[in-house]
T-cell receptor, first 116, second 113 residues
Framework: DTGVSQDPRHKITKRGQNVTFRCDPISEHNRLYWYRQTLGQGPEFLTYFQNEAQLEKSRLLSDRFSAERPKGSFSTLEIQRTEQGDSAMYLC??????????????FGPGTRLTVL | GEDVEQSLFLSVREGDSSVINCTYTDSSSTYLYWYKQEPGAGLQLLTYIFSNMDMKQDQRLTVLLNKKDKHLSLRIADTQTGDSAIYFCAESPPLDSSYKLIFGSGTRLLVRP
């Protein structure tokens, strides 16, 4: 296992289109996180899964965004009716966490979304 | 509240030491992290420090924590051109069971030959 992978690496779409991103975490990792990073800023938390359960969603995650982790392995993040403000790098991270002391999150390379 | 602040830019000469500073506001944070981001690559965890420690050293990296002032710093000794990247500090609020990371806006380190 070479780490967290994300697909696609780049996505260019027109405003109003739907897009879906995929994240494959490190095998056996029980937690999976989605973050968004805009230019010149640090990543901001969007949502996370404990196994297949989505346990928290940020206020940044409008109702146009939906995330799934159906079998507790890979995850998808879908954005419906994209807007130019959705342009950002979407980062996925995974961790094997039993307590805060284990909280080393491994990040994927990200999917860069550009909405025209 | 949750807010992490960093200076935006640091330029050093190769071989010098670099010191990147960070302030955080959640005094209850128990773990504080330093991540490195290179172009086209994901965030890489460099080191972290537990709040009952004042200092942690890991090869060329030294982390200093001043809990009273809520100040965290990362010192890179003998800085190399390969250290040029964006460095993020992050905290994980301990009362939040998500263990999500709250990041600063990053410090861009430029190492001049």
């Amino acid at each position: 296992d070479t780490g967290v992978s994300q697909d696609p690496r780049h996505k260019i779409t027109k405003r109003g289109q739907n897009v879906t991103f995929r994240c494959d975490p490190i095998s056996e990792h029980n937690r999976l996180y989605w973050y968004r990073q805009t230019l010149g800023q640090g990543p901001e938390f969007l949502t996370y899964f404990q196994n297949e359960a989505q346990l928290e969603k940020s206020r940044l995650l409008s109702d146009r965004f939906s995330a799934e982790r159906p079998k507790g392995s890979f995850s998808t993040l879908e954005i419906q009716r994209t807007e130019q403000g959705d342009s950002a790098m979407y980062l996925c991270a995974s961790s094997l966490v039993f307590s805060l002391a284990d909280n080393e999150q491994f990040f994927g390379p990200g999917t860069r979304l550009t909405v025209l | 509240g949750e807010d992490v602040e960093q200076s935006l830019f640091l330029s050093v000469r190769e071989g010098d030491s670099s010191v990147i500073n960070c302030t955080y506001t959640d005094s209850s944070s128990t773990y504080l992290y330093w991540y490195k981001q290179e172009p086209g690559a994901g965030l890489q965890l460099l080191t972290y420090i537990f709040s009952n420690m004042d200092m942690k050293q890991d090869q060329r990296l030294t982390v200093l924590l001043n809990k009273k002032d809520k100040h965290l710093s990362l010192r890179i000794a003998d800085t190399q051109t390969g250290d040029s990247a964006i460095y993020f500090c992050a905290e994980s609020p301990p009362l939040d069971s998500s263990y999500k990371l709250i990041f600063g806006s990053g410090t861009r380190l430029l190492v001049r030959p």
